[in-house]
């Protein structure tokens, strides 16, 4: 059935409330090197070599594993510092004390402005980067081998998958242009290639061309097993976290009379369950059915629809 929950308020960010708390106060500094050092060690980064050159600087924020690069601090003058993490959002600005004066605070929310422009910079530019891996590795990579470990293991059909080496080649799109490529390990480890688009990129299990029904789905396996098992056109969103941004940009691109459900990972095993409720939100962004798996009684592996192919054959997932 449709989904007609109403989308609650996010829950408040406790992680940045506990930073906030620890956060230094307006102190007296004898420079903005020091004022900077005490201000980042609240968020555990310690250890670096402030210069206040006016340039950009990045650092490895301490949540994320190591040369990640999410942290960034700039110096537009030796009174004023900003710093923040690009994965958070998060911003700040300090002084090496009292109040911040009219121009150093215009300095300050400029100083932001060009890190953020810069940032962006760089990120289209190792996207394009990619992309152009992508495509080189894809044109140059043969066609899957049925017999690879991971389509034996899960017993499912190449569906138009290339390999290189041993390494299964997943096509990603975005806006019709191949821009990434998802590579499935013989063991089943799933990785992008460094660096390129990930929001709104996906895969696609089957055609669209002149069908009635389309299914999007978290991972290529799932979305081959919903295709041999419907023989509809599957929509490869990769992860939980992407569903709403592909499910928007397939109705957008497919004519209104096409019918088009999430089909939902089933995370009960995982605290909140993303599966489901980032599918949820996803089908409320657009006004699309829920299709859920089900799993066999007293079931305790199962998650997704690619379990339960596997389950329904005797297999272990």
Not at 273 to 290: D, E, F, T
Request: hydrophobic share 40%; charged share 25%.
């Amino acid at each position: 059935m449709p989904a007609t929950r109403k989308q609650q308020a996010p829950a408040p960010n406790r992680k940045a409330e506990a930073r906030a708390s620890v956060l230094p106060t307006q102190n007296q500094y004898s420079s903005i090197e020091q004022a900077l050092v005490d201000a980042l060690a609240a968020y555990g980064v310690t250890g670096l070599a402030i210069r206040a050159d006016g340039a950009l600087h990045r650092f490895d924020s301490a949540d994320k594993p190591k040369g990640n690069r999410n942290g960034w601090y700039v110096c537009p003058s030796l009174e004023v510092g900003v710093y923040g993490f690009w994965h958070t959002g998060e911003q700040h600005t300090i002084g090496i004390g009292g109040e911040i004066d009219p121009t150093a605070a215009a300095e300050a929310r400029l100083a932001a402005q060009h890190a953020r422009e810069q940032r962006e910079a760089e990120r289209r530019q190792q996207q394009d980067k990619t992309a152009t891996q992508a495509r080189r590795w894809w044109a140059a990579a043969r066609a899957a081998d049925s017999g690879h470990p991971y389509l034996a293991k899960k017993r499912l059909h190449p569906h138009g998958l290339r390999q290189r080496g041993n390494v299964l080649l997943v096509p990603l799109y975005f806006n019709g242009e191949l821009v990434n490529l998802e590579r499935i390990f013989p063991d089943g480890d799933k990785r992008p290639l460094f660096g390129g688009r990930a929001k709104g990129v996906a895969g696609l299990v089957g055609k669209l061309a002149g069908v009635s029904r389309v299914l999007v789905a978290e991972g290529w396996a799932t979305a081959a097993a919903l295709h041999e098992a419907m023989n509809v056109p599957v929509v490869v969103a990769r992860n939980a976290d992407n569903l709403e941004a592909v499910a928007r940009r397939v109705r957008q691109r497919l004519p209104d009379e096409v019918a088009i459900t999430i089909a939902t990972d089933d995370d009960r095993f995982t605290d909140g369950n993303p599966g489901v409720s980032k599918a949820r939100l996803a089908a409320l962004a657009i006004g699309a059915k829920m299709l859920m798996p089900t799993f066999c009684e007293g079931c305790k592996r199962c998650t997704d629809f690619a379990d339960v192919a596997l389950c329904r054959k005797g297999e272990t997932p």
